[in-house]
């Protein structure tokens, strides 16, 4: 039924959670796995621009530039390192896996990947802010629910042994 599978990561403690609930229905499929994880470039920050005033200029700006570029290139080789974890784990469960960090807004990414990539499911984790958290953070889960090409499946991190009995029930 789902033969590629897209697992949208973020780096909170619910990713672990999320990758073992996506290789246990990609192995109970035999599933091709995608794992992502994106990186914002607008929302990176090396230093603030406190005190600069009118003092800014082209080699401040320039040097600047340049901190955001290494401070970003740090942040895709760290997430690289850490999905290529998960992705190790996936393969010595017999499971064919691949993945890829992406600078970019998530929202977006989310759905053009799974379209591009042509998945069938997409597996995503919910934080569970609630009320203001959630109007003031946003909801990457509700984006990805209403925007993506294919059927979603959202784990909530503290319903894990609910969602694991949904693949057993699914084996059946």
């Known amino acids: 039924?789902?033969?590629?599978?897209?697992?949208?990561?973020d780096r909170s403690s619910e990713a672990s959670t999320v990758v073992d609930?996506?290789?246990s229905i990609a192995e109970a499929e035999m599933s091709q796995v995608l794992l992502v994880h994106f990186i914002d470039w607008q929302m990176q920050e090396v230093a603030p621009w406190v005190g600069m005033g009118t003092l800014y200029d082209i080699n401040v700006s320039g040097d600047r530039r340049e901190l955001n570029r290494q401070h970003l290139q740090r942040k895709v080789e760290d997430s690289q390192s850490w999905l290529e974890t998960y992705a190790q784990q996936a393969i010595s469960q017999g499971i064919d896996c691949e993945f890829d960090c992406r600078i970019g807004n998530c929202n977006l990414g989310i759905g053009d990947l799974a379209k591009k990539w042509d998945a069938d499911l997409i597996v995503i984790g919910r934080r569970g802010h609630k009320n203001i958290s959630e109007i003031l953070l946003g909801s990457v889960s509700n984006y990805v629910i209403h925007h993506a090409p294919c059927s979603v499946f959202v784990v909530q991190g503290t319903k894990v042994a609910e969602a694991e009995e949904w693949v057993n029930v699914t084996e059946v």
């Open 1 to 9: 039924m789902f033969k590629k599978i897209l697992v949208a990561l």
């Open 21 to 23: 609930f996506a290789l």
